[in-house]
């Protein structure tokens, strides 16, 4: 199995959901000093469901960028209740403590600043949905889910 960073913190703002990892930060540093340095680094993220065991899962948004690897970050079910704020408002990794509650500090040559983080949710809500027999955590998952993605994009 990959290695899943917890987040230490996840907070709102009126410019975004802020989520603090500081297990990732050798693996988001050399972003981060490319982003320091001016460059345009295209990055891909996704949404995915793991399963633990058989009864638990994590959400994961999995990152990519190229020159780097794949980093994960797990959402437990406590942690769920947050993905809708992401339809409305960009996502922010950052790695340091000393930007929580720092939000006008927060440049992109400290922090990956995600827009649209809700594209993929779609696929995730997919994914819920062919998990039989479906767990009670799950169904929750899916009505959190439902408030994320537009209709139309079920289809």
Same mark, same amino acid.
Not at 30 to 33: K, N, T, W
Not at 59 to 70: A, I, M, P, R, S
């Given at each position: 199995?990959?290695?899943?960073?917890?987040? #230490?913190?996840?907070?709102?703002? =009126?410019?975004?959901?802020?989520v603090m990892v500081s297990a990732l930060e050798d693996e988001l540093e050399?972003?981060?000093?490319r982003f &320091?340095?001016?460059?345009?680094?295209p990055?891909?993220?996704g949404w995915q469901l793991v399963p633990i065991d058989s009864q &638990?899962? !994590?959400?994961?948004? #999995?990152?990519?960028? #190229?020159?780097?690897?794949?980093v994960a970050i797990g959402?437990?079910? =406590?942690?769920?209740?947050i993905l809708p704020a992401v339809r409305h408002k960009d996502l922010t990794v950052i790695t340091d403590w000393d930007l929580v509650g720092q939000e006008t500090k927060i440049s992109s040559?400290?922090?990956l600043v995600i827009h649209q983080a809700y594209r993929g949710l779609d696929e995730l809500i997919r994914q819920v949905a062919q998990v039989v027999p479906p767990?009670? =955590? !799950?169904?929750?998952?899916q009505e959190i889910l439902a408030g994320c993605v537009d209709p139309g994009q079920l289809h």
């Open positions: 199995m990959r290695e899943i960073a917890l987040p #230490d913190f996840i907070g709102e703002s =009126e410019f975004g959901m802020i050399p972003l981060f000093r &320091n340095r001016g460059e345009k680094v990055y891909r993220f &638990n899962y !994590l959400v994961t948004l #999995d990152l990519n960028w #190229d020159g780097g690897h794949e959402f437990t079910p =406590e942690m769920w209740s040559a400290r922090a767990q009670e =955590e !799950l169904k929750k998952l």
